[in-house]
Nanobody, 128 residues
Framework: QVQLVESGGGSVQAGGSLRLSCAAS????????LGWFRQAPGKEREGVAA????????YSADFVKGRFTISQDKDKNTVYLQLNSLKPEDTAMYYC?????????????????????WGHGTQVTVSS
């Protein structure tokens, strides 16, 4: 049974930082595309970043480049999303998702319907 468990969310002031974690189990971690998505109230879920766990290649949305960084710890089967210079508009529920490596390298990593497995999310709230 595949499980993705997010943690690390919280409430911070603008300019602050958080590190989100996604612990994966029941999946071939070494060969996967793990993505981070976010969804703000009243808005669609959007892709933030992804990592191909086999070769470590990373992908990021333009709106977070220079502020958010995705990384992994293969020994812990865990993917991280470092959030820096947070803005109020970053307030959202952040989700981790997993599927085959092809989702990453084919360029479809930002499309939520490409992912089979999802976590329950972790809330990030940024106040001004």
């Amino acid at each position: 049974q595949v499980q993705l468990v997010e943690s690390g969310g919280g409430s911070v002031q603008a300019g602050g930082s958080l590190r989100l974690s996604c612990a994966a189990s029941g999946y071939t971690y070494s060969s996967a595309c793990l993505g981070w998505f976010r969804q703000a109230p009243g808005k669609e879920r959007e892709g933030v970043a992804a990592i191909s766990t086999g070769n470590g290649m990373t992908y990021s949305a333009d709106f977070v480049k220079g502020r958010f960084t995705i990384s992994q710890d293969k020994d812990k089967n865990t993917v991280y999303l470092q959030l820096n210079s947070l803005k109020p508009e970053d307030t959202a529920m952040y989700y981790c998702a997993a599927d085959r490596p092809v989702v990453c390298w084919s360029g479809r990593w930002r499309q939520m319907n490409e992912y089979t497995y999802w976590g329950h999310g972790t809330q990030v709230t940024v106040s001004s």
